[in-house]
C-alpha cells in the first residue's frame, strides 16, 4: 500500500518545515536574507546602477 499525500499536506509542507527542522529553516531564511541583502546592496552602488542602464539601453 502506498503512503498518498494530500493536496493540503503538500500547501503546508514549507509551513510545517519550521516545526520539524527550526534549525534548517533559520539557516535558509538567514542566508536568502544575507543575498537579497546583497543583492539590494550592489544595486544602489554605482555599478549596479551603470549595469541596469546598460541594459535598459540595450533593450531598446
Do not use: C, K
Not at 3 to 17: C, D, Q
Not at 23 to 30: D, E, G, L, R
Amino acid at each position: 500500500m502506498t503512503n498518498r499525500i494530500s493536496f493540503m499536506e503538500m500547501l503546508t509542507y514549507g509551513f510545517r518545515t519550521l516545526f520539524w527542522r527550526p534549525v534548517h529553516s533559520v539557516v535558509f531564511i538567514a542566508v536568502f536574507g544575507l543575498i537579497m541583502i546583497g543583492y539590494y546592496t550592489w544595486a544602489q552602488s554605482p555599478g549596479g546602477m551603470a549595469f541596469f542602464m546598460d541594459y535598459a539601453e540595450a533593450s531598446l
